[in-house]
Structure formats: structure tokens, C-alpha cells
């Protein structure tokens, strides 16, 4: 395939999975491909993991201060030189063909961006059980419940436009609903899993509290009607309530 893919990979003390995740995009079937790492200033052995790589697709780029992860994607976006851009973070990993799949559906239906359901798994490298996505991709579904993993997230790169992560919590669902609301993104959801997406027993949307405080200060900044922002709140719940005690 001509067209050239931008894998941003953003890292903060990842040496414990790094290696996996780094060798899932390295290994991606009939793609061209750069992987575009940017080390938030790590103080751990994940940068002598990462220079064990000798593939000339591997981009590092070491950051002197720690600014976090929005800030580290933007800069990966602004190093890129693909067509596309795609997000893999340093404790997940990627099927092979996942690159390949989704720019085969792309070019079928006619989009400018996909995503697709993801597989659970714990530190150990155990199923969990399968997150399962949606194929509609609208601001108005999106703001009642973020069901685009960022970590299957393909687009293309001139659909961007000012569109940056924002340094607050949950900036990944930010980004994902800016990119919803911009007229020229045509998306579309692809149900098959093609992500394995660790889970750890600290992760942050263990807090439910807090997630639900920070998915409140997102919906809050794009909806100004306070019926609207009440109704997108208890869509919120109820797929919360689904998600973690029903579906487990």
C-alpha cells in the first residue's frame, strides 16, 4: 500500500510491556509505517528497551521534562509524516493485520476514520472479556458514553486541522469528540477486535468517581443546554451501570 501510517506511541517508565507493543506495529502486515515514540522524560530501562529495536521505522524522541500524555501524542503528531495517524500506548499491543484491516475498510466504505472493539486483558496476558464497540460514529452517541478506544483509533492526518489532546483527565475522549463534530470525518466502527487492551488493578478508570467527575467536565464543555447535559448524564450512568456490573 502507498500510503504511509504514523503510529504514535506515547511512554512513561514502560519497560514491563514496551517490548510487546513495540513489536505488534513493527510487525504489521502489508503496511507502510513509522512508529513515532515519545519518552516522557522515564526514568526506568524502557529506553534501553526500546533502542534494542534496529528498525529504521522507529522514531525516538526523548522529552527533557515530564508533561504528560496529551502532550506527548501532539508532539508525535507534529513529527509525523504519514497519511494517516494511530495511537498504541506502551502496555497494549496490536494483532498483526490491524493496520492492514482497517485501511482495507477504509478504502471500502469510503472513510477518513475507524476504530474496532478491543480485547481485555490483565497484566499477565489473560483474557478478560471483549469491549465491544459500536459501528456508528456521531458526537451525539459519543457524548453519552466514549465507546472508541483510543488504542484502535486510525484517521486521517488532514482531518485534524487545530484538533490537539487537551492536558486534562480523559483527553483521549475529548479528542475523539472533536474529531466526531468535525464535518469532513467520515467514521465508522469496526466490530471485530483487533487490540489487546491491558487492564491493570490501579488503572484510572478504576475510579469510577472521579472518571465519572472527569467525563462530566467534558460533555459540560461541548453541551450548554442543561437538558441535554442531563440526559448525555444519564445515558453515562446507565452504560457505566452495564459496563461494570452487568457485563463485568
Not at 73 to 83: A, K, Q, V, W, Y
Not at 161 to 187: A, C, M, R, V
Amino acid at each position: 500500500m502507498g500510503e504511509k501510517v504514523s503510529v504514535i506511541l506515547p511512554n512513561y517508565n514502560g519497560e514491563d510491556f514496551i517490548k510487546d507493543s513495540v513489536q505488534s506495529v513493527l510487525s504489521q502486515t502489508n503496511v507502510s509505517l513509522e512508529l513515532i515514540i515519545i519518552d516522557d522524560c522515564s526514568y526506568d530501562n524502557s529506553i534501553e528497551v526500546i533502542r534494542k529495536f534496529k528498525d529504521p521505522r522507529v522514531k525516538l524522541i526523548k522529552l527533557d521534562n515530564n508533561m504528560g500524555v496529551s502532550n506527548a501524542r501532539n508532539i508525535g503528531i507534529e513529527n509525523s509524516t504519514g497519511d494517516y495517524i494511530s495511537f498504541i500506548d506502551s502496555d497494549d499491543y496490536w494483532i498483526e493485520s490491524k493496520l492492514e484491516t482497517q485501511l482495507n475498510f477504509m478504502s471500502q466504505h469510503n472513510l477518513n476514520l475507524t476504530y474496532s472493539s478491543i480485547n481485555i486483558i490483565d497484566t499477565k496476558n489473560n483474557f478478560k472479556k471483549i469491549f465491544t464497540t459500536k459501528t456508528i460514529f456521531s458526537s451525539f452517541e459519543l457524548l453519552k458514553f466514549n465507546y472508541v478506544p483510543t488504542v484502535s483509533l486510525i484517521f486521517k492526518k488532514d482531518i485534524l486541522g487545530n484538533i490537539k489532546f487537551q492536558p486534562i483527565k480523559h483527553e483521549d475522549y475529548l479528542f475523539i469528540l472533536e474529531l466526531s463534530k468535525n464535518p469532513q470525518t467520515k467514521g465508522k466502527g469496526y466490530l471485530p477486535s483487533l487490540v489487546n487492551y491491558r487492564v491493570h488493578n490501579n488503572s484510572l478508570t478504576k475510579n469510577k468517581i472521579k472518571s465519572f467527575l472527569w467525563h462530566l467536565n467534558i460533555i459540560s464543555r461541548l453541551e450548554k443546554n442543561p437538558f441535554n447535559l442531563a440526559y448525555y448524564i444519564f445515558c453515562y450512568i446507565i452504560n457505566g451501570i452495564k459496563k461494570y456490573f452487568i457485563n463485568g
